[in-house]
């Protein structure tokens, strides 16, 4: 089950808004399908991310998948525990493999996004 708390994407990002931040990582659902994670590259701390358009990459045993910015904004921290065990992707897609924290820069942008409910009917509209 996808946390309710948080917002999510069609490429399988969620979203944790907390104040004008959002903390963003890869879904559970992504991480199943990715398979063992064996490498994860992130951006640097006050480098910007744009809306749609990808801010770094995870690779897995399977494939090399980009992770895409679910809003536009300056990064303002980065999990670097991932670069040393990117395998916490698998453990822990919700919590511990967080990857960035972005600064809002137009909250706008928030309605883009889907809540858990919405993000389960996309799953299962692909499966089928």
């Known amino acids: 089950m996808n946390p309710t708390n948080l917002k999510y994407t069609k490429e399988h990002e969620w979203v944790k808004i907390e104040g004008n931040k959002a903390v963003i990582g890869i879904t559970d659902h992504a991480q ?67 990857m960035v924290e972005v600064e809002i820069a137009d909250p ?5 996004l889907m809540d858990a409910a919405q993000y389960e009917a996309f799953l299962q509209e692909g499966e089928q």
């Open 32 to 98: 199943h399908a990715l398979g063992d994670v064996v490498f994860v590259e992130l951006p640097q701390a006050g480098d910007s991310v744009e809306a749609g358009k990808p801010f770094g990459v995870v690779e897995s045993v399977k494939a090399v998948s980009d992770i895409y910015a679910p809003l536009s904004g300056a990064v303002t921290a980065v999990n670097e525990a991932l670069l040393d065990s990117p395998e916490t992707v698998n453990k822990d897609a919700f919590g511990e493999a967080w």
């Open 108 to 112: 706008a942008q928030l309605e883009d």
